[in-house]
Structures are given as C-alpha cells and as structure tokens.
C-alpha cells in the first residue's frame, strides 16, 4: 500500500506559476511509475504527464508539454509538477498516481493503483 498526499494546489493568474507536490508514504523509485492526472469541471480525468519507474525523461501530455516540468526528490519520496506559464484551461483539480503500468498504458487512469485526494488548481484570466 502507498499513500499519496498533494500539494500546492492554488489560485494563480494566467501565465503564473504553481509547484505541486505528491509525497509518498514509501519509497517509489525504481518500484512504481508515477502520474499526474488532472479533471476539470465536468470533464473526464486527463492525463497530464508521468515519470516511469525506471526513471527515464517524463512523458508529458501535448497540451502542457514544454510549460509542465516533472521531477522527484528521492531522499523526500516526493515528485513535483512545476507548472508554469498557466492558462484558464489547466483550471483542475490534480491527482498525483503510482502504479505499475505498462507503456502502452501509461496515460490510463485506470492502470494505477494508489491516487492522491487531489489538490485544486484554479487559473484566472
């Protein structure tokens, strides 16, 4: 069993900055993949990006591609999601997940285990 703990989360301007934070109960690396999903009001759970287990570049979604940056900090069983230049539309609430999926699914909700309760991103314009 993992435990998932977001955080970060806020209300930010567009074209501003937010890190958020998914701390584990235990140890990830090298043991689970771990995902960053986000769902907007009234919208199905999107897959924002993923940093696999063996720890290879981050795999991001096109639409934050190159504004969205994933990284871990192993000593603190933490990754981070450092969003920058925010848009309205990345308004969410945002779920860290670990699992062990594999790459044909890694985008998938459904192929991870253990989720976050979510923090909430707003974007105003």
């Known amino acids: 069993q993992v435990q998932l703990v977001e955080s970060g989360g806020g209300l930010v301007q567009a074209g501003g900055s937010l890190r958020l934070s998914c701390t584990a109960s235990?140890?990830?690396?090298?043991?689970?993949?771990v995902g960053w999903f986000r769902q907007g009001p009234g919208k199905a759970r999107e897959f924002v990006g993923v940093?696999?287990?063996?720890?290879?570049?981050?795999i991001y979604a096109n639409s934050v591609r190159g504004r969205f940056t994933i990284s871990r900090d192993n000593a603190k069983n933490t990754v981070y999601l450092q969003m920058n230049s925010l848009k309205p539309e990345d308004t969410a609430v945002y779920y860290c997940?670990?699992?062990?999926?594999?790459?044909?699914?890694?985008?998938?909700?459904?192929?991870?285990?253990?989720w976050g309760q979510g923090t909430q991103v707003t974007v105003s314009s």
């Open positions: 940093l696999k287990v063996n720890n290879a570049n981050p």
């Open positions: 235990t140890r990830t690396n090298n043991i689970y993949s």
């Open positions: 997940a670990a699992g062990t999926p594999i790459t044909s699914q890694l985008s998938s909700p459904s192929a991870y285990a253990y």
